[in-house]
């Protein structure tokens, strides 16, 4: 910020009635030059702390003059309006918007130029406007000669391409209103047309493409055979007669000559057959197997009433389910394996001689062992085994699951902690049994269920190994 004027006649020495010194004065004039000093002071521009911003307005015209100012010093003029400009004595006329498209503005507005329009030209130094019919008549004139080009104007519009729709005998190129273009100097030679179409046939590198033709004739003739019956002579190599009088016997004509008999309905019956040669081959005999995993989805050939079909298995399966009905000597007949009535008795019977049953009286021969089960949580599941062992570690709740009645076993329980012992509900056991049991040692306990629900326990007293 700049200095500001600060009045240094603080005693008030200037004043009516007062001596007035010199130096009084001349304080006052060194702080005023500060405040205006271009460097230091002031800028009196409107920023705040700058001092009151000091209005040009009102300036009388021409009070500044050329004179006032120094021609060898740029000067700055912010925000100045003019109402016009001289230079030379001469006024400039153009508007703001038209001087700033000279200075590289990049926008551009859409104009239908016309003959009376002007483009600014340099003249030899002298920037001129310039009618665009200037313009056409200098481009004209420079282009009547082309380099290298000997051919007349006549000449050039021969190959001149008329507008569509407009033929002309005189020109050798015409278009037509749909675009086609035509060649009127008749037949033409030496052409070489590398691509395109002609008709909508392609032409190829060097030669013609595939070819969509509504009609062909060689030598005059219409050739009014199908591209499919034209397709039957691909690879003949020779005369197709002759082949067939080779494989026949004299002039071949009818398919007799060929050794063939069929009738012409008989060979009809092949028609729109799409069986390949294998499986043609399998109907006649074929002796070769493929292993297959049948599935409902697959077929068989059955015929129905004098018609093929294939039926899917599913159906012979229905077919088989409902009808069949098989007899005892059918199933003799499938071999030693298939039981039937006949050997229960005599062959099922021999088999059954060493087979326990559960409905009869039994009598054991050798003897019988269970397995033994270990269970020291004092918990035994009837379904695991008869015979247990059991070793708490704690105390233990006598209990059973499973339950079947009739059941009936042996529990070895090994107390020699000892642990407390109790029992479950539905189990029962002689006070004294209990209070035995609850005793370090060795016993032998024996259960029986009756009836599917309760249990009931005898124990032995403590077991001592003999010596």
């Not at 290298?148 to 391409?161: A, M, R």
Request: proline share 1%; hydrophobic share 35%.
């Amino acid at each position: 910020m700049g200095t500001g004027y600060v009045r240094n006649d603080t005693a008030d020495n200037i004043a009516d009635g007062n001596v007035i010194n010199a130096s009084d004065l001349d304080g006052e004039f060194d702080a005023i030059q500060s405040a205006f000093n271009a460097s230091t002071g002031h800028s009196h521009d409107g920023t705040s702390g700058e001092g009151p911003q000091i209005d040009t307005a009102g300036l009388a015209d021409d009070s500044v003059t050329p004179a006032k100012l120094d021609s060898t010093l740029n000067y700055t003029v912010n925000g100045l309006t003019a109402t016009s400009i001289t230079f030379g004595g001469s006024s400039l006329t153009p508007t703001a918007a038209e001087i700033n498209i000279l200075d590289g503005d990049t926008s551009a507005t859409a104009t239908t130029l016309v003959g009376a329009d002007r483009l600014v030209v340099n003249d030899a130094g002298s920037m001129k406007q310039v009618a665009l019919t200037d313009l056409t008549t200098y481009l004209e004139g420079s282009m009547d000669t082309l380099n290298g080009l000997t051919s007349s104007i006549t000449e050039l519009n021969y190959n001149d391409i008329t507008t569509l729709g407009t033929v002309q005998a005189s020109k050798v190129v015409t278009a037509d209103a749909s675009g086609n273009i035509n060649f009127n100097s008749g037949d033409m030679t030496n052409v070489d047309i590398n691509s395109g179409t002609i008709d909508g046939t392609n032409i190829g590198v060097s030669s013609a493409g595939t070819g969509n033709f509504s009609t062909l004739s060689i030598g005059g003739t219409a050739i009014t055979s199908t591209a499919t019956e034209l397709n039957y002579v691909d690879g003949v190599t020779s005369n197709i007669q002759t082949q067939l009088d080779a494989k026949g016997t004299g002039t071949v004509s009818t398919l007799s000559d060929l050794g063939i008999n069929a009738t012409a309905a008989e060979l009809n019956k092949l028609d729109n057959v799409t069986s390949s040669t294998a499986e043609f081959n399998i109907l006649d005999g074929d002796t070769t197997a493929t292993s297959t995993t049948l599935v409902d989805a697959d077929r068989t050939i059955v015929n129905d009433a004098g018609v093929m079909k294939q039926v899917a298995m599913t159906d012979v399966q229905t077919y088989v389910n409902a009808n069949a009905s098989i007899t005892e000597s059918q199933i003799s007949n499938l071999g030693t394996s298939i039981v039937i009535t006949s050997d229960i008795g005599s062959t099922v019977q021999a088999y059954d001689a060493d087979t326990a049953k559960t409905d009869v009286a039994q009598s054991f021969t050798a003897s019988q062992r269970g397995t033994v089960t270990a269970d020291n949580d004092g918990s035994f599941d009837l379904n695991a085994s008869n015979y247990f062992t059991c070793t708490p570690t704690g105390a233990i709740d006598l209990a059973f699951t499973n339950e079947t009645a009739g059941q009936t076993g042996m529990i070895l329980l090994v107390n020699t902690t000892p642990q407390v012992i109790t029992v479950a509900a539905d189990v029962f056991l002689s006070d004294a049994d209990l209070t035995t049991i609850n005793v370090a040692g060795t016993y032998l306990m024996s259960y029986y269920c009756p009836d599917g629900t309760n249990v009931y326990l005898s124990a032995t007293p403590a077991l001592t190994e003999g010596s």
